[in-house]
């Protein structure tokens, strides 16, 4: 039963029509999330992750492909049904300065759905569960907080105050958007590691989009790792794998961007720019073959601009699609990873042998 | 050496809460920024760093206001302006022109009724004196802002807000506040909802965009590795003040204040092991409630009767030209080491790497 996914995206595609014609935001993705279990999706700004979660969120309607919960679509559930699923998925809005109402104070944002599912029996109730779920999110002491309006509030301050929301209602399913973008490290940290709780206790899962991959490898250690580029997915597998032997170039890419707290280490790699081009093509006009060709340090003329290259399992537990990768596994058998040094996108050749 | 481009003096904030109670969000900050440089702000969530960004451009909301202290600026015509003596008209002049802010919150900050084209041209016709805007004129120019932050003009301009992703809007923003070519930028969280591939093209547009018209960026971050990227200097805010301040090499190889050690311990490494990581125990102080003595000793590993006595001043460490002295907030300083060992990897990796050359 456990092992059931609780959320299962089909082939998922969303475009949205504009005045400038349709835009592909989602091309078609499969995912799964199991219960306490993460699956963290990284991607480069406007990828398509938020499009994805709000999907998965029942929030928009996919234009193609189908999002199940609990094994049930979404498209043909009845009434009480949805309700249900309401209930047990929470969505954390990306823009915490959106998604609070200004007009309410914390305390009655928080005690709206507390109410409304009749969690709570009254106002003295109320208030103690909303103080429990402040303390969830480090903001103590929670008086200096409940009668508090959005604008009163810090960037971050809010930012915790939409995840202790989502807590309120016991949820099964935590869909997170960039949840812990405006947290400095310390409070980071301990919000992941209350989240970490409900994943570890309670069995919630989470559908986990972060731009942080010190985030996503620390909170989705024992989860997946998804990244996406243009609408779809390119490497998909075990997080300590895609982050610790990265195989897609543009997830070497990714992960030699990061930058470490270390100003000579900045200076020395700022110039060591490893991809063709910044440029991110318009979804409108997606390139030929592999939509990452224009950019890709190991793009080869004739291969990689012909076909589009499917998602593919590899030998080495995951995912992905790249023409040169699977081309290299399939001639250098046995021990092909060895090949993937061949790919260029590190930018600090000297720390690979420690990932 | 010439004189500062802003220097801000014994800068205070409150916040009314009520019809007789205030809250003082900042104290007593005093800072000299040089032209050229860029200031990183960092500290703990809610301690005043965004009001801090809001009050150098007389920003603050309705119920913010400079409570005490000095803002003076030398304006791009060579002369000094005292900020808080400005009038109406001079101030809205100041604003974009000389000093332009990009919000905390950008994802919220447009208008969701208005197309960024217009967002564009409102912005350049209501700032500059005199010069005419015309649509072609606005089209070129935030074209070539756009591209700065790699968005695609002909996409964008004809967009509204809700049709681009979080950190679409947040590089217009960006690109909206170099309109005018300001000489001081105040950046908030200008990256959090940007990947590090995004981040890093930002970071370096910002790098030339700073040699080529030498501007000064105030950037409030929590993230320190965007700190250690695009920073000359650092100052660590805690509880309302400057606690630490220094040159970025000073502040990251050698922090002093134990607030500052723990935030650096604190950071997550990409590379490695998953390692079981520590956040600084306990929480930072409610502005209603503030600890006698230094505002850290609920929380702080080294703190003695010493601490919980009077607050602890700035005092100098080491002296350093253009602003860059290393000054530390704490009464034990000299007992302050870093403990992560991944950066004392690191720090001996780039000791290597120069001990070879
Ligand atoms: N309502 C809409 N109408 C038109 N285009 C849209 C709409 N919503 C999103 N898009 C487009 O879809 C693409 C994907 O957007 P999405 O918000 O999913 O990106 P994202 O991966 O979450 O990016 P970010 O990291 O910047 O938040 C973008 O090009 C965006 O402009
Ligand atoms: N309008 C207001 N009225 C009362 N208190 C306020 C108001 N705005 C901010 N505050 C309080 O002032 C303190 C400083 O807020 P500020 O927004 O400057 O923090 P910050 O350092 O930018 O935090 P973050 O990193 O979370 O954005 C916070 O404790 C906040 O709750
Ligand atoms: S298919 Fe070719 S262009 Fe695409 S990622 Fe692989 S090597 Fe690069
Ligand atoms: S002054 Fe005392 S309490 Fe404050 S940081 Fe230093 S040692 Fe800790
Ligand atoms: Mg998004
Ligand atoms: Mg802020």
Redesign the pocket.
Known sequence: MSNAPLLKLSGMEQVFETKKGPVPAVGGVDLEVKPGKVLCLVGESGCGKTTTARAAAGLTKPTAGTVEFRGKNLAEMTAAERGQYRRAVQYIHQDPYAALNPTRTVFSTLSAGLKKHGIVKNRTEARAKAAELLQLVDLTPPES?LD?YP?????????RVNVARSLALNPDLLICDESTS???VSIRVSLLNTLGRLRDELDVGFLFITHDLAVAKYFAWDGEIAVMYLGKVVEHGPTPEVIGNPQHPYTKALIGAVCEPDPDLAKANRSAEQLRSAEIPSLRDLPAGCAFHPRCPAFEPGLCDAAEPPLQATPSRRKLSCHVVHRDLQRATPDATLTFDAVPGSRRPETESAL | MSDPILSVRDLSIA???GRKES?T??SGIDLDLYEGQSLALV????????????GLLRLL?N??EITSGSLTYRLKDGSRADLLQMKKEPLRRFRWNEAAMVF?GAMNAFNPVIRIFDHFADTLRDHADGKKWTKAAVEARAGELLETVRLDPDRVLQSYPHELSGGMKQRALIALAIALDPQVLVL??PTTALDLLTQRSIVQQLHELRKKFGFTMVF?T?DLGLAAELADRVAT?YA?RIIETGSARDIFYDPKHPYTAGLINAVMPVKGDRPALESIPGY?P??KAMPDGCAFNPRCAFATDACKQDRVPLSLLTERPSGMDHSVACLHHDQVRLARSATDQLASFVEGESANV
Do not use: F, N, W
């Open positions: 907080y508090s604008h009163q509030l810090s960037g971050g301050q809010r930012q405006m947290l400095d | 916040y009314r809460t809250v969000a900042v500290g703990e969530s809610g301690c005043g760093k965004t009001t801090l960004g809001l909301p119920l913010g905390q908030d969280e409030i929590h805010m309302g930072p409610s502005l």
